[in-house]
């Protein structure tokens, strides 16, 4: 069959003389196959026509699609706070495969507007189970612990940067039961912290983060450290905070820096 060819000078022609179609309504004497055979081709072109919007429409979806994720990478540079969260050491116990734990409350208020978090390890009343408190501002942070205030000279940036969270990437969405029976979507993330990331003067092999669906706040982040060749040590370091909310409440927390940390300053 030629009709293959037949189509491609018929298509050729129908960009000529496309506007041909009404003059043919007007003419009485007709080559009806002529007529047949110019409908039918008007209406290849509508078809391809709103082929080509439809295409471009999808095609514009996919496009905007990755956008709307907005975040191939962890998010972390947000105002968010939870006055009880937990951190909990995991270690090997040089058996295969069994741990020991050790978890403490934790406080965690961090303000992205304001570059400055408060941090706290041990949450209980009276100070009672309190290892430190970190105060990080723009330009510095104090850690404040019962021995006294040590100030460091880097902020904000670094203080975010040196617990591992720089492009770690977006694995999945994910359901994750945060407290007994509830549970939430997140956003999952892992990655390998930068090499100079040492967390408990280890660097971790792995880093993952959990955030709400729309990167607004985090609801956990942890550390895998590498196996030794005795199986003891470390093995993983997680910050959990069921109850993290986005945007910051009581800012007087940073009232609370001791006097002895203005004196070094
Ligand atoms: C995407 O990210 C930009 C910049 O970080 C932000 O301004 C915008 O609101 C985000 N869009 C969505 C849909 O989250
Ligand atoms: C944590 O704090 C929030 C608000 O401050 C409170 O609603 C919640 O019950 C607390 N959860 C636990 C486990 O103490
Ligand atoms: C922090 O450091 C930057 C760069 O050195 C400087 O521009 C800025 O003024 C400092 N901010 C404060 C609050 O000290
Ligand atoms: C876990 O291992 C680390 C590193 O070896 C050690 O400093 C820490 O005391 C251990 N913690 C527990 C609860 O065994």
Same mark, same amino acid.
């Given at each position: 069959m030629s009709s293959v060819s037949e189509k491609d000078h018929e298509v050729l022609d129908s960009f000529d003389y496309g506007d041909d179609v009404s003059i043919i309504d007007r =003419? %009485? *004497?007709?080559d009806w196959s002529t007529i047949i055979i110019k409908i039918f081709l008007g209406l290849l072109f509508i078809g391809f026509a709103s082929g080509c919007i439809i295409y471009s429409v999808i095609t514009s979806e996919e496009y905007t699609h990755p956008a709307s994720t907005n &975040? &191939?990478?962890?998010?972390?540079?947000v105002s968010q706070h939870c006055d009880n969260g937990t951190l909990t050491w995991t270690n090997r116990t +040089? &058996?295969?495969?069994d741990y020991d734990r050790v978890t403490t409350g934790i406080s965690w208020l961090q303000d992205s507007q304001r570059k400055r978090i408060y941090h706290r390890i041990g949450i209980a @009343?009276?100070? @009672?189970d309190w290892k430190i408190t970190h105060y990080v501002f723009v330009n510095h942070t104090f850690f404040v612990d019962r021995n006294g205030c040590n100030k460091i000279d880097y902020g904000y940036d670094e203080y975010l940067r040196r617990l591992g969270?720089? @492009? *770690?990437r977006m694995q999945r969405e994910e359901y994750f039961t *945060?407290? %007994? +029976?509830e549970s939430v979507k997140v956003n999952y993330f892992e990655g390998e912290p930068s090499l100079d990331i040492q967390i408990e003067g280890i660097h971790p092999n792995l880093v993952r983060a959990f955030t709400s669906p729309d990167n607004k706040f985090t609801y956990a982040w942890e550390y895998i450290f590498p196996q030794t060749a005795e199986s003891t040590g470390l093995f993983r370091k997680d910050y959990w905070y069921p109850e993290m909310k986005p945007g910051v409440d009581d800012?007087?927390?940073? %009232?609370?820096?001791? =006097?002895s940390c203005y004196k070094q300053s």
């Open positions: =003419s %009485e *004497i007709v &975040s &191939s990478f962890f998010v972390f540079d +040089g &058996s295969f495969n @009343k009276d100070n @009672k969270f720089q @492009k *770690i *945060i407290e %007994e +029976g800012e007087g927390v940073f %009232e609370e820096l001791p =006097s």
